[in-house]
């Protein structure tokens, strides 16, 4: 086989349809995008769970005078009865740590949380549970803490933590979902547009393809061109794509983000660089079975 003119007639291609190549670039770029931009989403998912999952508390609230508990608001008796239950050996192999916080710290607490809003002038001491956090060496094993506490006296109930992080991450990963749905329908789009790209430079040059044939050129040899047509086309997308992730993370995620919001670890550099190579193995390998699929039904037209 001649790589010198099959060369020859893809850059011929490329020349011939200019418009439809921008396009593919374009439509290339802009669908891998959102495919780079929700696989770092998930990692970024993935990343804050493991963070915020290992961190997470079992809070067990005591009862105020406030609450309709049996046996009326917790007393010295019922918190050292609790007290000395997450220190028994029953819980104790499964508690990495744990500390009491009274009313007290817990209504300077508060303020802290809601200081400048108008709830705190209608909350007091006395309505403050007394809390027991408890820090786990499995966040997973929180149902022991909450079967053996729920129910005990003085105990208002039993909260694990992650249940609101579950709340937060339901709607991260639902965003996730969005982002590569719409990269999917993208990617179609983008399928769809290389197939008719390489449809109609084929009928462009159907003379030529036909004295191809006479002269008894093979359906590889014929093919061979527009298929290369389509992957430099969807690879300079790629390329595209993968520079415009690698500079949200960069300049946006590690430039802006991680200098407002420090408490979360966010994705870097070396995720967008992990990811880079996936978006041009995806715009390769689409590129090319859409061309091979349309020049193949083409020339058995």
């Known amino acids: 086989m001649r790589f010198g003119l099959i060369w020859s007639e893809a850059a011929n291609g ?8 921008v396009s593919v670039i374009l439509v290339t770029f802009i669908s891998l995008t959102f495919v780079g931009t929700a696989v770092l989403l998930q ?37 050292a009865a609790v007290k000395k239950q997450l220190e028994s050996p029953e819980l104790s192999p499964y508690i990495q740590k744990f500390y009491f916080q009274d009313q007290k710290q817990g209504y300077e607490q508060f303020k802290q949380q809601f200081k400048g809003n108008s709830i705190a002038d209608f909350v007091t001491p006395e309505m403050i549970p007394q ?14 803490l909450t079967e053996t506490l729920s129910g005990a006296a003085g105990v208002q109930s039993v909260v694990d933590q992650r249940s609101y992080l579950d709340q937060i991450f339901s709607i991260l990963r639902a965003a996730s979902f969005t982002a590569i749905g719409i990269a999917a329908l993208m990617l179609v789009a983008a399928a769809l547009l290389i197939a008719t790209t390489i449809r109609l430079s084929a009928f462009s040059r159907r003379r030529e393809l036909g004295i191809m044939r006479l002269v008894g050129a093979s359906n590889r040899f014929i093919q061979t061109p527009f298929i290369l047509e389509g992957v430099f086309a969807a690879l300079i997308g790629s390329i595209m794509a993968a520079g415009a992730v690698y500079a949200i993370v960069h300049f946006f995620v590690r430039g802006y983000l991680s200098d407002r ?12 660089l992990v990811v880079a190579p996936l978006l041009l193995l995806i715009g390769v390998v689409l590129a090319a079975a859409s061309a091979n699929f349309a020049i193949s039904r083409y020339l058995k037209v």
């Open 14 to 21: 490329l020349r011939r349809n200019v418009s439809m190549v």
């Open 43 to 79: 990692m970024q998912i993935n990343q804050m769970k493991t963070y915020w999952y290992d961190r997470a508390q079992v809070a067990v609230y005591m009862c105020t005078e406030t609450d309709n508990c049996v046996g009326g608001a917790a007393n010295d008796q019922t918190i």
């Open 131 to 144: 809390t027991f956090w408890v820090n786990l060496k499995d966040p997973s094993n929180s149902a022991v």
């Open 261 to 272: 919001i420090q408490s979360i670890n966010f994705v870097g550099d070396t995720d967008a």
